[in-house]
C-alpha cells in the first residue's frame, strides 16, 4: 500500500499516521457509532448532515478500517519472517534452561527492541520488562505470564511450549517461596 493511501486511511480514522492497532480499532468502533442512525449526536446534527453523507462516512470509516487492519496483519507477518531469516543467520545461544534473561538475550542477539515486540504481540512494554527481569511480583496472574511468554518466544521463533514451560515453572517456584515466607 502506498504512503499516500495509508495516511488518507489515518486521516479518516482521525489518526495521527503510524497509530497502533488498537487506535485504529478504538477510532473505527468510535466513529462508526458516532456516524450511525441511531447516534444521538447524529441525531441532532442531521440538519447539516444527510443521510446519505453519514453512509458515505460510514462506507469510508470501513473501508480505512479494513485496508488498515489488512496492512497491520501483513506488515505483522512480513515482520514475523524477517525474525525467522535473522534466527537462521544468527549463532542463536542453546540455553538448558529458558529464563527471562535467555529471552533478553536472543532478543538482543537478533537486534530486536522491546519496543517491535510489544508492537507486534500486542504485549505491553512494562510486562515484556518485568519478564526479562524476572520481576514476577510486576507480573499479572499465571493465565496472562503464560500468554505472553509464549507470544514473546513465539515472536523470537523460539519453541514457545518449551519456552513457556521454563519459565513458568520458575514463576512457580519463586510464587512458592514468596507464599512460604509471607507468613
Request: net charge neutral; hydrophobic share 35%.
Amino acid at each position: 500500500m502506498d504512503e499516500d493511501n495509508l495516511n488518507r486511511y489515518y486521516e479518516t480514522l482521525e489518526l495521527k499516521p503510524h497509530a497502533s492497532f488498537s487506535e485504529i480499532k478504538s477510532a473505527y468502533f468510535h466513529l462508526k457509532k458516532l456516524y450511525s442512525s441511531q447516534s444521538a449526536v447524529l441525531s441532532i446534527m442531521m440538519a447539516e448532515i444527510s443521510e446519505t453523507r453519514s453512509e458515505r462516512l460510514l462506507a469510508q470509516i470501513e473501508e480505512a478500517y479494513l485496508e488498515l487492519k489488512e496492512y497491520y496483519s501483513t506488515t505483522k507477518i512480513e515482520k514475523q519472517q524477517v525474525t525467522r531469516d535473522r534466527v537462521m543467520r544468527k549463532n542463536i545461544p542453546e540455553f538448558e534452561v529458558f529464563s527471562g534473561n535467555a529471552l533478553k538475550l536472543t532478543r538482543e542477539v537478533l537486534g530486536i527492541s522491546l519496543e517491535e515486540i510489544a508492537l507486534a504481540t500486542g504485549i505491553p512494554l512494562n510486562h515484556l520488562k518485568s519478564i526479562e527481569m524476572e520481576r514476577f511480583d510486576m507480573l499479572p496472574p499465571g493465565g496472562y505470564i503464560r500468554i505472553y511468554v509464549g507470544k514473546y518466544a513465539e515472536y523470537l521463533s523460539l519453541d514457545s511450549k518449551r519456552v513457556t514451560e521454563d519459565y513458568m515453572k520458575a514463576v512457580a517456584q519463586k510464587r512458592h517461596a514468596y507464599d512460604r515466607y509471607r507468613f
